[in-house]
């Protein structure tokens, strides 16, 4: 739900007749998370919401599409993003300040590509923590390509490209975190490698929140990430795949891998699947498994990864199979999957029950 044109995806939601967006909103209503993260969702690049989400909320979501009951989220976060805002030096050596390629993160106007966080639980607005501000040079044992960034542009890069936020939502009393980012793609660069690097430490950037790191400190001040035994939910298109695609491994690895993330949901026998997925043929040859794929060009992009502290009940990953009634919210009028019939993306969804 983005455009190059500012305000264009605020204009699309005036009326409820939008097929995209209908199609988008069944596949919510018919998963009908209590918590759900909706990735490249046009909004003010300083924050809060210019009244597109109020519109995709109260047009489609809180009225049935394709026959799927209605849902209600009544908390709602949209932070600040790296998209679209222009940098001060020159990023890309042309000698000229130009969007998308000489902003924080890539985009052609501030808040394009950025993400948003529905809730039916009270979100915790005050204890809200984001990493936006953090320079990518700061980052102990940073990735950044030697020598291809000015020495001006290289002190003022941030590392993440949309935001990396805690959000704390208040579940009966008891209190779960959201840990949601959306690191760049490790595409679209040449032989420095600046994306796939960049998306390796924003990875990394998310261990660091996980681990409560030393260096960290936050945008209003305060150091440190995650307090020590915190339940916590790690959402995100992370952008990166164990076994294929074009980013550098070991930080996705690392992050599946950890300790206090919930390892049967990560990288075990929970992890989401679907039907829809097994039967896909990519392009391109793959090596992992169809089942966990996420994306059409067949990756593992999409993750919801519950900390060890949580049990999980069920996973699962919208992906209809030919013969599923709802296969035609994933396809176009002549049934085939393709990013304009709805998204390139599938929802990924993990029922978890506090201890």
């Known amino acids: 739900m983005s455009d190059p044109v500012a305000g264009e995806i605020f204009e699309q939601l005036a009326q409820p007749s939008n097929a995209r967006f209908s199609k988008l909103a069944a596949i919510i209503q018919h998963a009908s998370p209590d918590v759900l993260m909706l990735c490249e969702f046009d909004h003010p690049g300083e924050g809060g919401d210019d009244g ?31 998209t679209g805002l222009a940098m001060v030096n020159d990023l890309d050596g042309d000698g000229k300040i130009t969007l998308p390629n000489d902003a924080q993160g890539f985009g052609e106007h501030h808040g394009h590509f950025s993400f948003v966080i529905l809730s039916r639980y009270p979100i915790i607005d005050a204890e809200i923590k984001c990493w936006q501000t953090l320079i990518w040079q700061n980052l102990p044992g940073h990735q950044m390509p030697e020598g291809y960034y000015s020495e001006a542009a290289s002190a003022e890069l941030r590392l993440s490209s949309k935001n990396h936020v805690v959000v704390p939502v208040d579940v009966d009393g008891k209190t779960l975190h959201l840990l949601a980012c959306h690191p760049t793609p490790p595409v679209f660069d040449g032989h420095e490698k600046r994306n796939a690097r960049r998306n390796h430490d924003e990875l990394v950037l998310l261990k660091d929140i996980i681990d409560g790191a030393d260096h960290l400190v936050d945008d209003n001040g305060h150091s440190g990430g995650l307090s020590p035994g915190s339940h916590f939910v790690v959402l995100g298109d992370l952008n990166a795949d164990m076994a294929d695609g074009d980013g550098m491994k070991k930080a996705i690895r690392d992050l599946l891998l950890h300790p206090k993330i919930h390892r049967t949901v990560s990288s075990g026998r929970m992890t989401p699947k679907s039907q829809g997925g097994r039967f896909h043929r ?30 999980v009940l069920q996973s699962g990953v919208f992906w209809p199979g030919k013969k599923d009634p709802l296969r035609h919210l994933i396809t176009d009028e002549r049934g085939r999957e393709r990013p304009q019939a709805g998204s390139d993306h599938r929802l990924v969804w993990v029922d978890i029950a506090l201890k």
């Open 52 to 82: 597109a989400l109020e519109r995709f909320c109260q047009h489609y979501l809180a009225s049935s599409q394709h026959g799927q009951p209605a849902v209600s989220y009544p908390y709602r976060y949209c932070p600040p993003s790296n």
């Open 282 to 311: 990519p392009w391109q040859q793959r090596r992992g498994r169809p089942s966990e794929w996420t994306h059409i060009s067949g990756l593992r992009l999409d993750y919801v990864l519950p900390s060890a502290s949580l049990d």
